[in-house]
């Protein structure tokens, strides 16, 4: 499966022809877009388009984030709509519940993922998170109900151990779906091992942990 969001390979790659025949020989092929591209009428076996709304069209408008790391806003301009196209992020959203939904979890588990907001890589530039709040590299953040169940408030200690490490860090509460948590990257690598996708080779950036009450080190678990 090959997921696109935006760019036309026949026309900012270089021979054209060598990616024409590359996108029909992939089984699935998923563009998110806001206009049909070259590219996206290339046949396959598979083809699915999903019509995406612009910045000036999502309701009270939207945000960006620059690689330098600067948030821009875009204000809702009123006009025409299209019924079917959505925001991008919510397309995106959508497919990531519909993952969380699927995940077989332990009722003691959690699944957690890195890269919060609008972090770039591993660079900060400040100490505290402008989108957050928080100050600090240790933050876990996690639903109400789920802090609520495990007897947790904000600011408590608490320990992530999945298979292969362990994760000391304190408790946030966040508007995050509730079975799932967020850490900050590259932090949270040493809960992640080297697992990759047996299609696509890309990285999994995500875990399966279980949680506690009280400090830990950062360490491999004994």
Same mark, same amino acid.
């Given at each position: 499966?090959?997921? $696109?969001?935006? #760019?036309?390979? !026949?026309? %900012? /790659? ?13 089984? !699935? ?18 083809? $699915? +388009? $999903?019509?995406? @709304? ?8 939207? %945000? ?14 009123? #006009?025409?709509?299209?019924?079917? @196209?959505? @925001? ?53 953040? /996690? ?16 320990? !992530? ?7 000391? #860090? ?5 508007? +995050? ?30 875990? +399966? ?14």
């Amino acid at each position: 499966m090959l997921y $696109l969001v935006g #760019g036309n390979f !026949l026309e %900012t /790659m270089p021979d054209p022809d060598y990616y024409r025949d590359a996108l029909k020989r992939v089984r !699935l092929r998923i563009h998110q877009d806001l206009v049909l591209y070259t590219s996206t009428l290339v046949d396959g076996d598979e083809v $699915l +388009v $999903l019509p995406a @709304a612009t910045r000036y069209e999502q309701r009270g408008g939207g %945000t960006s984030t620059s690689t330098e790391r600067r948030v821009r806003f875009s204000p809702e301009i009123p #006009g025409r709509r299209i019924a079917e @196209a959505r @925001a991008e992020w919510e397309i995106l959203a959508a497919i990531g519940i519909r993952t969380l939904d699927g995940a077989s979890l332990a009722s003691d588990e959690f699944l957690v993922t890195t890269r919060r907001g609008k972090q770039f890589n591993s660079m900060t530039h400040h100490d505290r998170d402008a989108l957050t709040g928080t100050t600090g590299r240790d933050a876990v953040f /996690m639903a109400a109900e789920d802090a609520a169940r495990l007897g947790l408030d904000e600011g408590s200690p608490l320990r !992530l151990v999945s298979t292969l490490g362990a994760f000391a #860090g304190r408790c946030r509460i966040a508007a +995050v779906k509730p079975g799932s948590l967020q850490i900050y990257w590259p932090e949270g690598n040493i809960l992640i091992g080297r697992r990759l996708d047996p299609a696509s080779g890309e990285p999994d950036y995500n875990a +399966v942990v279980r949680v506690s009450a009280g400090p830990a080190r950062n360490a491999a678990p004994s």
